[in-house]
């Protein structure tokens, strides 16, 4: 599986941003996609998770962006969407994208980072 992430850029604060994730290769039943971000001079962090579960969405949020982001994904694109709204300057990461083919965690398919700058 490749990802390609993209969507970054640079918002004033309490505006928004949506990123998008194409996957490749092979995409056939990817089990969960997620997207992350790392802050400079932090570690990376879950920002959200969606599933499929009998045919619907489960999705899994972050408690510093609950309510503020939605995660979705069209199937037809190949493609997993970050809504991000509310933006705060403490959102500013590289934000990637991941996949979880088989249920046993976001390790190996990571996309390449995209750069969200929230200004103040």
């Known amino acids: 599986v490749q990802l390609q992430a993209s969507g970054g850029g640079l918002v004033q604060a309490g505006g928004s941003l949506r990123l998008s994730c194409v996957a490749s290769g092979r995409t056939a039943n990817i089990y969960r996609m997620g997207w992350f971000r790392q802050a400079p001079g932090k570690e990376r962090e879950f920002v959200a998770a969606?599933?499929?579960?009998?045919?619907?969405?489960?999705?899994v949020y972050a408690d510093s962006v609950k309510g503020r982001f939605t995660i979705s994904r069209d199937n037809a694109k190949r493609t997993v969407y970050l809504q991000m709204n509310s933006l705060k300057p403490e959102d500013t990461a590289l934000y990637y994208c991941a996949a979880d083919p088989q249920g046993s965690g976001f390790r190996d398919f990571w996309g390449q980072g995209t750069l969200v700058t929230v200004s103040s």
């Open positions: 969606i599933r499929w579960s009998g045919g619907m969405p489960v999705t």
